[in-house]
């Protein structure tokens, strides 16, 4: 059986289990099946049953959701009636019927609680993980199961991972919203933290349990609260504080019948008084009827704190030969203590581990047990000798066992300063060196992966100059927790000093990647003295090979690449050398432009896309391809699937299917094209359409396109007057009406007519049939303007002016642009509002 006070919680959720069953069923028997229900919660667990018999010739009028809400009523009343055997079968039966996912999860962590009491400890994992499986179907249900699963690993000593499995419920959960679940599971937390002897920690737990509790209006876990206040209070040797909080929760106890936690809150006075050395008549009196009832609840634990309580207050009153049988009873039910918590333990590990590793553990616990039963065997054949020597040694053992835990605090305090960074808890440069070399030699010998990872926030001086020092020292303190997180417990992560981080993985790049995405997906501002901080960070990852010998080159690799990371323009991941790094996939597209003149108008970003990918194409003028070509030999020019004579549309297709081939081989790819890449310009739409589609990430980097130098070699300003821009063959074939009033731009003109996407050169039969199209608006005389761009800075660009009328004998190349300057002045609109009369000299100087 558990200690006492352990069993408190899951027998007082089982006293108020029933309060959120589904109402389902509406029938005439309906109000029956709800009467028992709330008897359940109400009332002692024999009015219910009561009823359950009277309804017993009618179970088969009811429905089947009706039937499993009865019998998980009675269900839970064996529990409480102390019949565990009965009731595990039962609730093992019902959970194989039909249930609802969150009716079946909420019944599942009942019977996680009773197997916990029963020390079925198989089965109450087996049934944990089972209902693990139906959160994703009801999460709501989530920090139900959690509480139940933190107070199943607390009584298997798994303290950490109850407090995190607790904490974790408390956080999904709206406190001021539901403050009867925020009860217990405020309840659960306490419980882990006093099994971790963090006292003072779990007082502060027991008091917040207390108001949630009290504002649920739940008088059970109330008392249970102020027995636990209670019981922290002795621990930390307040007792008189702790006699008060225990005093109160034994008559609440008393007062709603809860017999488990009025014997438990016994111990807790008992432990008081006799530690003030008062009123120890009345503290025998209640050790000797705790100590009765702990016998008949075979809690071996418990019995042997009672025991223990007995002999001290036997000493208290020099009755030495009572002191000794008491310490007797008590070495003798600490020994079956021992025992079932191995059980407890192994059965743990049975089922929660699988690894090899982990079956040495178990063996080795089953080797201890069994060592541990040879010795108990032995040990009472020298009890005799040793009682009459153990009273003198028990002072001893106690004051050496303070003096000796206390040293063991302080080394360990002192051994953790000397190995972690007091600002973020995380490893020291010394230690990260230590615990890697280690790990790097493993990981050599064993063929494993080791991939170093340097970490550091971007501009972080500025953080410091502009906010100040606890600034900085938070987004640090904050930056070492989210990268504890990220890394998880099998990383090395540690602060290098100043604003960087060193992180040690045994494992690949491409998952040392992916810790940095969990962690860049952390990052959040953080708030000192009222002011928001936002920042960013950059990375350099390194891939142990043959080229890193030694820890200290692959560190050294990484901060090299970290470097490249700031110089591309930070808030970003680089890998050094040859290391692969990727998304999920690996794949990734951005689609950049070149501009008209790549020297001049490349952006900073455009340059660093094509050093950062795996993959270049380029689609441009032959000048930007060289210069591409000169820091990315590797560049794969998409020219080559032009040809004269052939269809563009299939020239478009086989530049798709180039593009999405490397993506689909996992590279991270840059594609160039000329000018702004998304500017009269299907293929990088498409692509970008595509690969999203798939899931791949891709984006696009914008550029200069010819129509920005377009304005700017003419002079022109587009909001002056308006403009319209188009293809010249879609104009040509579509009834399109330009505005004569406003600038009009023709695009790819010598390719006008051209259905069949396969020529390069002007054709004069569609040069004439666009000019006689346009006739309709203008007139013959009218002036326009054939546009080129200039490709490099030594050229001009070509702002030839003639005749409408003379276009279909003028020369062209295929990027030649039409510009068709408006036709007379701007009319004022009647109806407008501006009816004064110089509105409309007004409007056209604005």
Sequence with gaps: MPAPGIWLLPIAFLWLAIAATPAIANDALESQVREIERLSTTAPWTESNARIE??????????????????????????????????????????????????????????????????????????????????????????????????????????????????????????????????????????????????????????????????AGDPVFIATGKYGVGKMAARQGHYAEALQWADEALDEFLRVGFTAGAYSTRLVIADSLVSMDRDLDKAEALLVTTSEYYREQKSALATAETER???????????????????????????????????????????????????????????????????????????LLLVFGLAGLLVTAALLSILLRRAARERQRYRWQSQHDSLTGLYNYQQVRKL?????????????????????????????????????????????????????????????????????????????????????????PVTVFGHTVRFNISAGVCQADERTPTLEQLVHEADQALYQAKHEGRDRVVCAGDTVCGSATGAGLVVVGSGIQFGRHASARCLSEIRAAQVVFCLADPFALAMITESRPDTINLGVHYAPGKDRRETYREIDAAIMKELHAGKKVCAVFYGHPGVFADVPHQVIRKARAEGIPARMEPGISAEACLYADLGIDPGRRGVQSMEATHFLFYDRQPDPAGLVLLWQVALSGDLGCSRFHAEREGLQALVDKLL??????????????????????????????????????????????????????????????????????A
């Excluded at 920090?143 to 607790?166: I, N, W």
């Excluded at 904490?167 to 709206?174: C, K």
């Excluded at 036997?314 to 203590?337: D, G, I, N, V």
């Excluded at 050229?795 to 009328?805: F, N, Q, T, V, Y």
Aim: charged share 25%; glycine share 6%.
């Design 309 to 383: 309580l007995l002999a001290r207050l036997a000493e208290l009153r020099s009755h030495a030969a009572e002191a000794l049988a008491h310490l007797k009873a008590a070495m003798s039910a600490a020994t079956e203590a021992e025992r079932v918590d191995r059980n407890r333990r192994l059965a743990y590990q049975q089922i929660q581990f699988d690894t090899q590793l982990k079956e040495q553990q178990i063996t080795l616990l089953q080797t201890e047990k069994e060592l541990a039963d040879v010795q108990a065997t032995a040990a009472q054949r020298r009890q």
């Design 776 to 845: 309709r608006w203008y007139p013959p005389g009218h002036e326009v303007i054939l546009y080129e761009a200039a490709q490099l800075p030594i050229d001009s660009p070509r702002a030839e002016r003639l005749a409408l009328r003379d276009l279909p004998g003028a020369h062209y190349k295929e990027y030649t642009t039409l510009v068709i300057p408006p036709l007379g002045e701007l009319q004022v609109d009647g109806q407008a509002p501006a009816t004064h009369a110089g509105a409309a000299d007004l409007l056209h100087q």
């Design 436 to 524: 890697g070399e280690a790990a790097f030699t493993r990981a050599r010998n064993n063929g494993q992966p080791f991939t170093a990872v340097v970490i550091d926030i971007d501009l972080f001086k500025q953080v410091n100059d502009r906010y100040g020092h606890a600034a900085g020292d938070e987004a640090l303190r904050s930056l070492g927790a989210w990268i504890g997180e990220a890394a998880g417990q099998g990383a090395i992560a540690g602060r290098s000093g100043g604003d960087e981080f060193t992180v040690l993985l045994e494992a690949d790049a491409l998952q040392a990647e992916a810790m940095l995405q969990r962690l860049r997906g952390r990052i959040e």
């Design 54 to 215: 009277l309804l017993a010739s009618r179970l088969d009028d009811l429905t089947p959701t009706q039937r499993q809400r009865v019998e998980f009523v009675r269900l839970r009343n064996l529990g409480l009636a102390g019949d565990y055997t009965d009731a595990l079968q039962g609730f093992a039966e019902l959970l194989q019927q039909d249930l609802d996912p969150a009716w079946r999860v909420y019944i599942t962590a009942t019977g996680i609680h009773l197997a916990a009491n029963a020390e079925n400890w198989s089965l109450a994992f087996m049934w944990l993980n089972a209902a693990m499986s139906h959160l994703p179907e009801v999460p709501n249900e989530s920090p139900r199961l959690l509480g139940a699963a933190s107070y199943l690993y607390t009584l298997v000593g798994e303290t950490d991972k109850a407090r995190d499995l607790a904490l974790r419920a408390l956080h999904e959960i709206d406190q001021d919203k539901d403050p009867l679940t925020a009860c217990r599971i405020l309840a659960a937390v306490a419980m882990a933290e006093d099994h971790a002897d963090n006292y003072r920690v779990a007082e502060s737990w027991r008091h917040r349990q207390i108001q949630a509790c009290e504002r």
